[in-house]
Structures are given as C-alpha cells and as structure tokens.
C-alpha cells in the first residue's frame, strides 16, 4: 500500500487516506470477498422484507410500514459505507477526495440519527398496540404514521448538516491518513491546523442527542409496556405481548449497545483497532442481522416471506 506522508497545507489538500485494515495483498483481497458477501446479504435481506411489505396486504398496517421504512433506511446505511471500503481494498492509494469524505460523513451520521428515531417511534407503535388497543387504531392512523416517518428522515438529515458543513470549511493540515475504514469526526477534526473548541463543543453537544433523546424514549414506552403486561393474567398472554417486542428490543439492544461502547465510554480516547471494530459492529453487522431478527421472530413476515421466495 502506497501511504504518501507528505506535509500538505489547507490550500493544496484535496483527498484524505482511509488506513482502513492494514493488512498484506492476500489479506485485502480476502476482506473484499468476506464485505461483498455480507453486504449482497444485507441488500437481499432488507430489499427482501420491504418488497413483503408492498405486495402482502396484509402486512400494510403502521407496524410493518415503519419496518419497511426501517428496512430501507438499513440499505442506505449499510451503502455510505461498504462501497467505499471495498474499493478501498483493491486501492493500492486509499485514497478519497475532500468532498467524498464529507459526503460520507454526512450521510453516515444522518442515516445513523435516522435510525434512532426510527427506532424511537416503532417502540411508540408497540407501546400503543399493547397498552392502548383499543384506540390504537384511531391514534396510529395512515396519517400519523406518514408524519413520523417523514419526521424521522427530516429531522435525521437536518440534524447535522450546519456543524459538519463548518467543519468542512475548516483548514487541515498534515499527512491526511485517517486510520479509520471511514470518514470519522474525531480523526478528522485531529487533522484541522487550528483547535476549533467552539465547534468541537458544538459537535460533541450535538452528537450524543439522537442517540439520547431516543434512547430515553424507547426505554420509558417499554418501561410503560412491561408494567402493563406484568398485569395480564395469563401466562400464556404475556408471551404473546412480549413476542410483539422481541424483534424490535433485539435491534435496539445490538444497536445502541455497540454504539455505547463506542461513544458513551468513560474515556473519548479508543485506540484504532477497537474504534474500526465496534463501528464495524453497528455499521455493517447490525444491518445484516436485523432482517433475520425479525424474520425470526415474526409469524406474518415468515409467512409474507414464503410466499415472496416461492416457498
């Protein structure tokens, strides 16, 4: 691999060096073939559940509407980042242009704060369906599901759009190596000639919102959700409430406990291994797993699924 470590001044540096998994030619070649599998898999997945989702009639109700939307959402994700890495694989330079990694960045971070919400209002929606049924299809109607959804994606893309555009007007300076297999705030903001604290506190203040703020949420309607199905008198329907909420409790789990790891820690300083490890985890992980979750754990989408495939 080609690593130019060169001095470059704001005026000349136009590309940044993704490290990404510093490894030998059999190595780089072996990961390509290991990330495009699982990156074919996450696209068929997903692509999978959304396609049940609009030809199932059944399956037209706010729950698994959100879903489809989540599931779409999860493509995306996975996207803004595994194209990249995989050319970078075959790179012999690692190279990548000034705006494709403020592109990158932007779009990572935005689906990542979309899929907080998402994960959000679908506990919500699980929190109306055991703990108002009876009015659960008055208040979650066609119209209101429509609402969060687009709520979700605005909000997700508006989030970070003024900081990271400031960030991208800053100077840098140095060898432009990332060691990171994408475009991260912290290796980046270490490559600006002038401390920015101002804007490091703006960043680090906006940050850890849409994963808190959410997060909150989703434990407050399930904390509602349990102590209404602690209530139920039989055995056998309080399995069937938890059932609703296994999937969605699954992903949230493997999700915001990966992210956690990563941002939520004592410290702020990871070294690079674990930092590529864990944003691997959330990043491209997560999102092959979730359509097999909930798959899994779900009769209407098994058989939704079945009848898709042919089966």
């Known amino acids: 691999m080609k690593v130019s470590s060169t001095t470059n001044t704001s005026s000349t540096i136009s590309s940044f060096i ?3 998994f510093p490894c030998s030619r059999e190595g780089q070649l072996l990961l390509f073939g290991l990330f495009s599998v699982l990156y074919l898999l996450t696209l068929m997945g997903n692509g999978s559940i959304i396609c049940a989702v609009c030809w199932d009639q059944r399956l037209h109700t706010p729950m698994y ?3 489809a939307n989540f599931s779409f959402l999860e493509i995306w994700y996975v996207t803004s980042t595994v194209p990249n890495m995989l050319a970078n694989f075959l790179s012999d330079t690692k190279v990548i242009s000034f705006s494709g990694c403020f592109l990158q960045f932007y779009f990572f971070f935005s689906l990542g704060s979309t899929e907080c919400f998402f994960l959000a209002i679908m506990a919500f929606d699980r929190y109306l369906a055991i703990c108002r049924p009876l009015h659960y299809p008055t208040i979650m109607t066609g119209r209101l599901c429509a609402r969060l959804v687009v ?3 605005v909000l997700g893309f508006f989030w970070f759009l003024i900081p990271i555009i400031i960030i991208s007007q800053m100077s840098f300076c140095g060898s432009r190596i990332i060691d990171h297999f994408l475009c991260d705030p912290g290796p980046l903001l270490a ?3 002038k401390k920015a604290p101002v804007v490091e506190l703006v960043f680090s203040t906006l ?6 703020i959410p997060f909150l949420f989703i434990m ?5 959700v349990l102590r209404a199905v602690l209530k139920v008198p039989s055995t056998a329907g309080r399995r069937k409430a938890f059932s609703t909420c296994g999937s969605h409790l699954a992903v949230v789990s493997l999700f915001y406990g990966s992210v956690m790891v990563m941002y939520g820690s004592p410290t702020s300083e990871h070294e690079a291994g674990t930092q590529k490890i864990v944003t691997l985890f959330y990043s491209v992980v997560t999102p092959l797993l979730n359509p097999v979750i909930y ?9 939704a699924l079945k009848k898709l495939l042919g089966i």
């Not at 407050?220 to 509602?224: D, F, H, I, M």
């Not at 798959?295 to 058989?303: A, E, G, I, Q, V």
Request: contains cysteine; charged residues 10%.
């Open 65 to 67: 509407i959100l879903l």
């Open 220 to 224: 407050g309607s399930y904390t509602l």
């Open 191 to 193: 490559l600006t000639c």
């Open 207 to 212: 940050s850890p919102l849409p994963l808190i």
């Open 18 to 20: 993704l490290l990404g």
């Open 295 to 303: 798959s899994l754990r779900n009769k209407d989408m098994k058989h």
């Open 151 to 153: 709520s979700c994606w």
